[in-house]
């Protein structure tokens, strides 16, 4: 490369191909539109070659352009490094939910590890779920994410390392009005004619509407159609009471108003969260993470499966191979 290529040109590259759209890359940067198609030409010019194809209505990476991104994103991580202060720089960590629970496991490991190293900068993201969160992993604006690995789309899986956590057992959230509210538990031959909700209008927890049409679909139920999906409790109380219809989720999340959690049985569904992260030996945070999640599943029995459960045929897989 060029003897004075500036790392503020590969950063304004690579916010305009992750973009595609100078205006957004321009406020991710905090720049004048202007000044970053300035910079994309000045560098495209130090290279001598075209890195992206224009039109009046959109912007594409050339084939010189997607040689080039992974080079410039590891260029710009090691620059990082150099410059991150002693003991490293903060470690992001996506929640892989808007709400907190006193037995969320995301929860739980932030938790210990801060506690384990206080002085340590963990800072909680949300991303909205792991397919969003695995994005972000690897555009490397986040450093560790959670949930079920393996509803990730192949390509994504292939770039991504991870841990098994913890098996959680799957529950429903109902509105305290529906008529599966009054049981304590749920059998799953009792969903039969009532269509639940797994999240399949949003894109950024693809990866968990994949496990619910696992789950479905080996027990002869229903999904119901596509919504767009609620944010945040208050939103997802009404989202419920105004669509009536069961949501899968996970136990140990926080009550919410008019909505009550019931566990799924007969068999007992589970899913096998996992730590997420970009592979090669981990930075000293997310080191202390994994480590944290480690003791824990091992004190408490995360990872051991209940009489009469049903997990995936992907995690049954997993787990007999670890």
Known sequence: MPADLHPRLLRGFVATAETLHFGQAAQRLH?????????????ERLLGRELFARTTRSVALTAAGERLLPQARRFLALQDEM?????????????????????????????AARAADPGLQLLARYHGGLAAGARELLAERLDVSFGWFNGLPTVLREQLAHVPVRLEQVALLLPEGHPLARRAVIRLA??????????????????????????????????????????????????LAQHAVPMLTTTGGPQLPGVVTRPLVEPVPLTLVSLVRRPGPPADGVALLIDQAGRLAAAEGWLTRPPGCWLAVEDEVLLAGA
């Open 31 to 43: 720049v004048a539109q202007q000044a970053l198609s300035r910079d994309v030409r000045t560098l």
């Open 190 to 239: 009792e969903l039969v004619g009532h269509p639940v909700d797994i999240c399949a209008g949003n894109p950024a927890t693809s990866e968990w509407t994949a496990f619910g049409e696992r789950l479905l679909g080996a027990h002869g139920l229903t999904a119901a159609p596509p919504l767009a999906p609620p944010v945040g409790p208050a939103e997802t109380a009404r989202y």
């Open 83 to 111: 410059l991150a202060p002693p003991g490293g720089g903060p470690v992001l960590v996506d929640l892989n939910s808007v709400v907190t629970g006193e037995d969320l496991t995301v929860d739980r490991i932030l938790a």
